[in-house]
């Protein structure tokens, strides 16, 4: 049957056979006329008769009518020509925000889909937040923050980032006694440490240790910080090691070292600090470190991590200036120090002198007044004598202020002038490593281009090669980054000393002034207390000449003597 071109907008309709027995299906029946039908008979052929010519296609459009639906739920309002007559303005509200879940209830589920709702309260009030007994309860009001809390909370200092990440230590080195037998007899110190640092089990703790573990601290700390001028110990001494005054100071100079390492920041956070500060097992610990760690002896440190070699034959020329210069001034400095030093050993010897030649005349005058038999004159002799010995203890006492105010910095600024000197040689061998490792990585290079001008009849050693060149290349890369960062840190470092050499000589010679100035006004004291008591004596004790054993047998010689004796008296006064 032949269907009208004219109802069909496209103009065509294929044709449809009778005799088929597939019939249409119902989504082919319902098409619409925008759709056309596609029936399938792949055996029959489209005719060709009932297709007009494509300049004679007609096209006829279907009317669409715009009718307007009451929706005022619709985003874009109602539609139609009539809008204001045929629907009410509505006034745009702004949405309501979700309600947030009680939180004794978020893990409840509806039971049924009829419970969920577009709104939050439906949500709600579809899981029953209050039950009997132990059930769910809805949450407490939320209570605003109390004028207490608030001035509780601004009474409260604030600490700052920076010292909160950085660590306040506290470190006294005391109650040195000796321990051992006559072979191995040695001075024990008490290092006790109040830090605020979360690194430690403790905020406070007290360790033993011996000048040894002390040493041990100093050439680990020069061994993982490569660079860094690390406070030194005191120097070994064999003579005279027990006596008071060589301990005192060596104790005063411990724990400025221990102090000044631990107020470095690069060095406060070193392990081995913390091992020397709290271990209670120091020497076990110790050895289990260098079981762990083999290679990192003294002569080798963090280049031998690394796989760097550490020294070289050729002497180091320094090509930076500003090193160069530094080195010179460290090696005037270290002269003058010296000969500060020197003088500072002699102004001690001097007061050390006196207070020996104090000591002998208070023996001399305690001795003359011993044979005097007038108590006129042996009791202002004996009372020289006693102030001759206080004033021995004086300049003793002085003697140790100098040795320990400005003497034990001039020390430690020698000490650490080796210790700056340390640091260059490391950067020296630094330098050198770096060195070496490029001529190595150049002979390897030329073996690699001989073995590509041979071809590929040694190719498993060509790869051996290239891994090698590769590996030096690396080592090569390591060394020279080694080399300019510990240049770096050396500059900070020597700018930290010249800062720190300011504040301490300061520090020292104030210290050495003020005590030389108290040590003189107690040695005027006493020259005026001696004074008031031998005026005070004169007024109430016997004349300072007694009479002749001849002249007293006779009372009229001895009432002429002693008529004659305060005249004499008087003279002499």
Known sequence: MDLDTGDSPWGDVPSQSIGSHTSPKPDEENTSPEQPSQQASSTTPRSPVRRNPRGARKISAHATKLEAVDDTLDPLGPLGDKTGESSPI?????????????????????????????????????????????????????????????????????????????????????????????????????????????????????????????????????????????????????VGRFDTNFVESRRAALERMLNKIATHPILQHDGDLKIFLESETFNLDVKNKENKEPDLGQSKGMFSSFGINVGGGTKFVEHDDWFHDRKIYLDALENQLKALMKSIDTVVAQRKGLAEAAGDFSASLHALAAVELSPALSTPLDGLSDLQLRIRELYERQAQQDVLTLGITIDEY???????????????????????????????????????????TQQDRLNQVNADVADAERKVHQARLLFEDMGRLMRNELQRFEKEKVEDFKSGVETFLESAVEAQKELIELWETFLLQLDAGEEGVAPFYAPAAGDAATPSASEGGAEVAPAAAEEEA
């Open 90 to 238: 509505v006034i745009e509200q702004a949405p309501v925000p979700p309600q947030k879940e009680a939180f004794t209830a978020r893990n409840a589920r509806p039971t049924s889909s009829t419970s969920q709702t577009s709104s939050g309260a439906g949500m709600i009030d579809s899981v029953n937040l209050e039950e009997d007994g132990a059930g769910f309860r809805n949450p407490p009001p939320v209570q605003p923050p109390s004028d207490a809390d608030s001035a509780k909370r601004h009474s409260e200092p604030s600490i700052s980032i920076e010292k909160a990440a950085k660590p306040t230590f506290d470190i006294t080195v005391g109650d040195p006694h000796k321990v051992g037998d006559l072979t191995s007899s040695h001075i024990v110190y008490q290092v006790r440490t109040k830090t605020s640092s979360k690194a430690y089990r403790q905020p406070e703790f007290t360790v033993s240790r011996r000048y040894r573990d002390f040493l041990w601290l100093y050439n680990s700390m020069h061994n993982n910080n490569p660079g860094v001028v690390v406070p030194p110990p005191p120097e070994k001494q064999a």
């Open 414 to 456: 020698l000490r650490l002038i080796g210790s700056v000197k340390t640091a260059f040689s490391q950067r020296q061998k630094a330098f050198h490593s770096w060195h070496s490792a490029e001529s190595e990585m150049q002979k390897r290079k030329h073996t690699q281009e001989k073995l590509l001008r041979q071809g590929k």
